[in-house]
C-alpha cells in the first residue's frame, strides 16, 4: 500500500502496487473475485480486517490504496472502520470519485486512493480533517510513495528513478513495470522501491493490474510465501453508470 505507478496504454492502464507492511501482519489471500453490492470486484484479500488495498470492479473501474495522506501523522486508534473497508465501499460504487466526496470519512485513518475511473485518473486524499480530489493527466506517468514511510527528500529521489526508467521504456508491459517496482533503487534496502527495514517493515507482495477496454488482468506476488498468482476479470459496460 506504500509505492504505486500508473502507465497510460492505448485502451487503458496499468496499475502496480507495493505493499509495505509488518511480515508478522497476516499474510493476504491471493486475488479472487467476490461479489460487490453492484459489481463484482478482482483483489487480494487482507487477512487481518478483510478489506484490500488494490482492486478492480466489473464495470471497468480500477484503483489503489496508500496509507497517508499528504504528511506523516501519529495513529489514533481505535478507529471506526478499516480503510481497506473503506477502498472497497468507494470502488464498488458506480461512480467513485463522486462517492469519495460525499462519504463520511470521519474516525477514519489518513489514505490516499488513485482512482482509475472511466478512462479518466484521480488522486483522492484524506488528512483526517478534510477531503482532497483532483483529476490528474490520464496521459502521462504517474508515481506515488506512502507519506507514512518515506520523507519528502526520498519521494523526490523515487521520482527521478522513475524518470529514468521511463526514458529506457518505449513500450510498457507488465513485465517491465514490475521489473521496476522489484529493482528500481540505489541499494539502500530502507528506501528502494522494494524495501526492507530490517524485517520489521519490508514489501510483501507486489500487485499489477493491466486494464483494458475488456477486462482486468491481476498478477500477484507473495514476496514472503515465495508465490505468484493472477486472476482476470472480464468488464461489463451495461452496468456502467454515467
Known sequence: ?????????????????????????????????????????????????????????????????????????????????????????IIGHPTPAAFFTLLNLQGIEPFTLVLFQQGKLYECRWDAVDKHCKALDATEPHIWSSAT????????????????????QPIYSAASILAFHQFAGDGDGNNDVLMNRNGLMQTVSITCMHI??????????????????????????????V
Open 212 to 241: 483494458s477496454k475488456q477486462a482486468c488482468q491481476m498478477k500477484y506476488a507473495d514476496l514472503l510465501n515465495e508465490q505468484q498468482a493472477e486472476a482476470a476479470l472480464l468488464f461489463n459496460y451495461r452496468m456502467t453508470a
Open 149 to 168: 514511510l518515506y520523507s519528502p527528500a526520498i519521494i523526490q529521489k523515487r521520482q527521478s528513478w522513475f524518470s529514468q526508467w521511463l526514458q529506457q
Open 1 to 89: 500500500m506504500c509505492t504505486v505507478t500508473y502507465l497510460p496504454t492505448r485502451e487503458g492502464c496499468y496499475l502496480t502496487s507495493n505493499r509495505d507492511e509488518q511480515p508478522k501482519r497476516k499474510i493476504a489471500l491471493p486475488p479472487a473475485i467476490y461479489a460487490g453490492p453492484q459489481y463484482s470486484l478482482l483483489y487480494p484479500k487482507d487477512a487481518a480486517a478483510g478489506g484490500s488495498w488494490i482492486a478492480a470492479s466489473q464495470n471497468g473501474n480500477a484503483a489503489v490504496l496508500l496509507n497517508g495522506a499528504f504528511n506523516p501523522h501519529i495513529p489514533n486508534p481505535p478507529y471506526s472502520r478499516s480503510r481497506g473497508l473503506v477502498f472497497l465501499d
